[in-house]
């Protein structure tokens, strides 16, 4: 569970998620506009569509995996804080897993059935409100441990804005949805934040006074 280890497979992760989204997911996930281009897309794609998903769950789970390191590394353990922190991750995790899961799995199936048109709205809506609430909590989240640690002032002051700059953008994603650039925005903020962490010569100590 070391921070570098967490940082390198964030780094890699999200350099495969955002090109693959941009250059092959972008027309299964335009739901505004002609809507038969989109469903013949993910239907004649079944595998571009199911992997570029794949690689987002990778996402949240290294995003989680830095988030919890980065917390038992420098933030104090036993306190309410940390407990409330780790439960509004978890929550955050679950709502966009679960909202990914609807899309990846639910809707090639429904675009299947005869009554699609009427039932794909649903689909998208329920998939939008939970990746946007997964969204909401995990940038609240982000933010709230990066404000901590650029108080700690242990690591550097000029890379953990990107942490914060990560979890703010984020935030408004249950209002912006389907527009996805907020969310591609957290995610290059955290994968300059992962960057910074991956190269390190060396993690400075949690108690600068024992150096």
Same mark, same amino acid.
Not at 135 to 161: D, K, N
């Given at each position: ?19 693959? %989204? ?58 309410? %804080? ?7 991750? #978890? ?20 675009? %299947? ?28 989240? %982000? ?56 190269? #390190? ?11």
């Amino acid at each position: 569970m070391k921070i570098p280890n967490a940082a390198r497979f964030n780094m890699l992760i999200i350099l495969a998620a955002l090109p693959f %989204t941009l250059l092959e997911l972008r027309i299964g996930i335009r739901i505004s506009g002609v809507h038969f281009i989109r469903q013949g897309w993910i239907l004649e794609h079944p595998f571009f569509w199911q992997w570029g998903w794949w690689l987002w769950l990778a996402v949240i789970f290294g995003w989680m995996w830095l988030l919890i390191t980065l917390m038992w590394s420098y933030l104090p353990a036993h306190r309410v %804080t940390t407990m409330l922190q780790s439960g509004l991750m #978890l929550i955050a995790a679950v709502l966009a897993i679960s909202g990914i899961i609807v899309w990846m799995a639910a809707l090639p199936q429904i675009m %299947t059935q005869e009554n699609a048109a009427a039932l794909i709205p649903l689909v998208d809506a329920l998939a939008l409100g939970l990746i946007g609430g997964g969204a909401l909590m995990g940038g609240a989240v %982000t933010a709230w441990i990066g404000l901590e640690l650029y108080q700690q002032q242990v690591l550097s002051r000029l890379w953990v804005p990107l942490l914060i700059m990560s979890g703010l953008a984020a935030l408004p994603s249950p209002f912006l949805l389907p527009n996805v650039y907020g969310l591609l925005l957290a995610a290059l903020c955290w994968w300059l934040w992962a960057i910074y962490l991956a190269f #390190l010569p060396c993690l400075p100590s949690p108690f600068p006074a024992w150096k």
